[in-house]
């Protein structure tokens, strides 16, 4: 029988409402405290004791679903989610070398450049101080014009100073780290997701398409650099090597 999780709220305030719950529901399930098909408070138990509305309740765990960290079933409620096994599938490299090696045009979209900080859930996985400086940028690659990447990037500020003053149409990110963060190390995971709205309409496909989600996270000398989560609709890319 699936054992019931019980909520305690954090007390740090100065994170967004929805960002604490998400915080606290991904650090049970990180610490062990709820396990794979743990059902987890009800909305209207996490409203209580957040003092929150069911909205912001809502936002925070339908992020999180959509994060594969929990599953919700109709009727039931929201479970911790099946474990999913990495897999060392492909070499990382940039998209707009792939692309010119394929003898086609590469051009991107900045939709989105900013300053940020890092929050409590991001400070744990990157093991970084919370409220340290980073930069965060949102871009859409294209192959011949035709959307084939979007990528959600967040750099160490402090490392990469100029990160935002780049000219992404003459260079791309990953081009960029490699230059300003030498001998790269980290980790990555391979999923398959439907796409969030904000996902879906730069890369002209509908939400019902499922996409094949690169989440990749470098280190150099030690250090954390850069994380990034890369969206490629299935029924424009596959996956290809030799053995």
Known sequence: MRRKAQVSPPADRAIPAYQRIKDYVLG???????????????????CRHFSVSRMTVHRALREL??????????????????????????????????VRDRGHRHSCHVLHLERTQVTASQAQRFH???????????????ENAVPIQLEDRVVDA?????????????????????????APSGSYTIEV????????????IPTTQPCLVLDRMT???????????MWYPGNRYKLAGLL
């Open 158 to 182: 402090q490392r990469m100073p100029d990160y935002l003053d780049q000219d992404w149409s003459d260079t791309t990110p990953n081009e960029y780290l490699m230059r300003a963060a030498p």
């Open 128 to 142: 970084v101080q919370v409220g340290a400086p980073l930069f965060h940028s949102v871009i859409v690659h294209y």
């Open 28 to 46: 049970q399930v990180q610490q062990g405290v709820w396990t794979e098909g743990d059902l987890i408070p009800t909305e209207l138990a996490l």
């Open 219 to 229: 280190f150099s000398g030690g250090a954390f650099a850069s994380q990034a989560t």
């Open 65 to 98: 679903t959509a994060d594969q960290i929990l599953v919700r079933h109709q009727g039931s409620g929201t479970y911790v989610a099946p474990a999913k096994i990495p897999s060392t599938l492909i070499e990382i490299r940039s998209i707009a070398q792939d």
């Open 193 to 204: 997701k439907l796409p969030p709205g904000e996902v879906a309409a730069p890369l002209d």
